[in-house]
């Protein structure tokens, strides 16, 4: 039997509950959340609802459970040490320290560690602390640059010449805003390809890959709209995706294994849990856009899902630092993920309305987000509030079944058609063919 303490309340940590659920172990699962997330208290023994910023509430949480281990799934508690705090009383986390979890919180930290260890991958880069210099180097660039805040948005905090910037002069304005923000801004040059999801498992030692995905970021069809931490993701029956070679697996495995030696030799200590890399299919090969220290959400419910592992052996694994003794095994599965987000997400999303649910159609998976459940129903909160995953034999089938269930949800929300069809696919595929000739 084990006994498991969760951190978390979206729909990432749903499919995680859902899935060391399904270990052939007992597991008991304990939740610190700070909203009620009705799938992951249907799998809860216990369900503790709290600020995620206050550890001192999560820690008295985890004592009266008494955990064998935890498994922190948000950024913003990753990043502000909850692993560290849990440590404290004996409790491992699979979620790396706060030292460790700077792979995610600051982007100046990541790209100046590659540079050190002359990991490939990085592009063309400077930070600054002042805007000296920033015009001068965008100017460099040739106008084709990226501006990065330094520490965690969301997802939203970044912005690209050409699509969100329409001038160097904008360019320079949001990176001053950065600046006021964070203290520290990141100019890098823009790369031009195809962005993909690889996120391995790790004990800072071995790293077992999961399938890769291509997310969805723009907040409306055709890819336009504002950033958004993903509207939809789908993955593919062979692992890969129909626009990658075998080449671009393996090169984006390789950084990865090299970043995470880099962080043990920087920091003397192992980076255990989600090394999330998010990169980009270019000409010539692969390079880093970013990395996360957490599953990705969306990406979390196409792979996870896939899983015919022992879940809770893994993370057991993973803390103990013995993942080199098990293999990782998905099935040959198709997956199309597509979000239902209240109406004006995300810049004014509509808050507090009821939404009602039908009956979802075989074949698909259910994962709850940003809702609040009450006595009443369902209540949509200011942020992406439910995910359907379609699993079949083909892309085209599982995202055939994730539109059929989109149908079921009734209220004020919206949600992506597009994603993981044979037109956008088609675009994806034509677009690095043209790079790569």
């Known amino acids: 039997m084990k006994r498991i303490l969760l951190v978390g309340n979206g729909a990432r940590e749903h499919v995680i509950a859902e899935t060391l659920k399904r270990s052939p172990q007992e597991v008991l699962l304990y939740t610190y959340a700070s909203s009620k997330n009705p799938g992951i208290i249907e799998l809860s023994e216990e369900y503790e609802v709290g600020s995620l910023s206050d550890f001192d509430a999560m820690i008295s949480f985890a004592e009266k459970v008494k955990p064998d281990f935890a498994f922190v799934g948000p950024d913003n508690p990753i990043a502000d040490g909850a692993a560290d705090?849990?440590?404290?009383?004996?409790?491992?986390?699979?979620?790396?320290?706060?030292?460790?979890?700077?792979?995610?919180?600051?982007?100046?930290?990541?790209?100046?560690?590659?540079?050190?260890?002359?990991?490939?991958?990085?592009?063309?880069?400077?930070?600054?602390?002042?805007?000296?210099?920033?015009?001068?180097?965008?100017?460099?660039?040739?106008?084709?640059?990226?501006?990065?805040?330094?520490?965690l948005t969301g997802g939203k905090g970044v912005k690209v010449s050409g699509v969100h910037l329409e001038s160097i002069e904008e360019g320079v304005q949001y990176a001053e805003e950065c600046i006021l923000d964070a203290g520290r801004v990141v100019i890098e040059e823009k790369f031009v390809g195809e962005e993909f999801s690889l996120m391995s498992l790790t004990d800072g030692k071995t790293l077992r890959d999961m399938p890769a995905v291509q997310d969805h970021k723009r907040a409306y069809e055709g890819d336009t709209g504002p950033n958004t931490g993903g509207m939809g993701t789908y993955s593919d029956v062979n692992h890969s995706l129909p626009f990658l070679r075998e080449s671009d697996l393996k090169e984006a495995h390789e950084i990865t294994v090299r970043v995470a030696a880099a962080l043990k030799e920087e920091t003397g200590k192992y980076f255990t849990g989600v090394m999330y890399g998010g990169f980009i299919a270019v000409k010539d090969g692969v390079r880093l856009i970013e990395y996360n220290a957490r599953f990705g959400d969306p990406e979390a419910m196409n792979v996870l899902p896939l899983l015919k592992s022992d879940f809770a052996q893994v993370c057991e694994a993973i803390i103990e630092g013995t993942l080199e003794k098990l293999e990782l095994e998905f099935e040959n599965k198709a997956t199309v993920l597509k979000y239902v987000v209240p109406e004006g997400y995300p810049v004014n999303p509509k808050k507090g309305d009821k939404i009602e649910i039908g009956m979802v159609p075989e074949g698909v998976k259910m994962y709850f987000g940003s809702v609040d459940k009450k006595e009443d129903g369902l209540y949509l909160s200011s942020s992406r509030a439910i995910a359907f995953v379609g699993i079949a034999d083909s892309l085209e089938e599982a995202e055939r079944k994730a539109q059929s269930a989109l149908d079921c949800v009734k209220g004020p929300v919206f949600y992506r058609r597009d994603i993981g069809t044979a037109a956008l696919i088609q675009k994806r595929i034509d677009h690095m063919t043209t790079l790569r000739g």
């Open 85 to 151: 705090k849990l440590l404290e009383i004996g409790v491992k986390s699979v979620a790396p320290t706060m030292m460790l979890a700077q792979l995610e919180s600051s982007k100046s930290f990541t790209r100046d560690l590659m540079k050190k260890y002359n990991i490939p991958g990085n592009p063309e880069f400077r930070v600054f602390e002042e805007i000296d210099g920033m015009r001068d180097f965008i100017e460099e660039l040739g106008g084709n640059y990226v501006v990065k805040a330094d520490g």
